[in-house]
T-cell receptor
């Protein structure tokens, strides 16, 4: 059973396009996250939702818009893609609170050409 | 703000060697500390965690102790295997559940 799943695994697209990445978790967690991992493996949080409500919104261009239709799903929509958006995007989920581990999805490798 | 600093890689070791990856942090309050591991082509997996000072996290032969006095959470393993080759991330969890990651340390274990 996959705990946190993401689709697609690979996404190749051209500059200026709009794309979405989907994330689902079957762990019953209340909190979900999006992270971006750059080519040097550096990981940075982008957004966090708790029970469909946005609680963390880091300094991310407003071309990135998360959407949480229910607490098991957190999708990421990106408008007007740029070369610098190329990265691996990870979804994660956890129970709320600082002591709970986060469970990560397998990642979506986005390449913008 | 919170930050995590870990030693740069790559760290190259022979099988059965001793591994240490240094991690220090700055934080307000009382964060939790984590080590995550990322195998090639995969997402991150929790390796171990500690939620308060002097706690020791351990898993799969890896250990790390939450040292408040030195603000450190160094990862150690006594005898590494080729299968331990991966990128290791130290992370700090704040009261909002947000994880602040270190830059990651690539470990390469050769037979």
């Amino acid at each position: 059973d996959t705990a946190v799943s993401q689709t697609p695994k690979y996404l190749v697209t051209q500059m200026g396009n709009d794309k979405s990445i989907k994330c689902e978790q079957n762990l019953g967690h209340d909190t979900m996250y999006w992270y971006k991992q750059d080519s040097k493996k550096f990981l940075k949080i982008m957004f966090s939702y708790n029970n469909k409500e946005l609680i963390i919104n880091e300094t991310v261009p407003n071309r990135f818009s998360p959407k949480s239709p229910d607490k098991a799903h957190l999708n990421l929509h990106i408008n007007s893609l740029e070369l610098g958006d190329s990265a691996v995007y990870f979804c994660a989920s956890s129970e709320p609170g600082h002591s709970y581990e986060q469970y990560f999805g397998p990642g979506t490798r986005l390449t913008v050409t | 703000g919170n930050s995590v600093t870990q030693m740069e890689g790559p760290v190259t070791l022979s099988e059965e060697a001793f591994l240490t990856i240094n991690c220090t942090y700055t934080a307000t309050g009382y964060p939790s500390l984590f080590w995550y591991v990322q195998y090639p082509g995969e997402g991150l997996q929790l390796l171990l965690k500690a939620t308060k000072a002097d706690d020791k996290g351990s898993n799969k032969g890896f250990e790390a102790t939450y040292r408040k006095e030195t603000t450190s959470f160094h990862l150690e393993k006594g005898s590494v295997q080729v299968s331990d080759s991966a990128v290791y991330f130290c992370a700090l969890g704040d009261s909002w559940g947000k994880l602040q990651f270190g830059a990651g340390t690539q470990v390469v274990v050769t037979p």
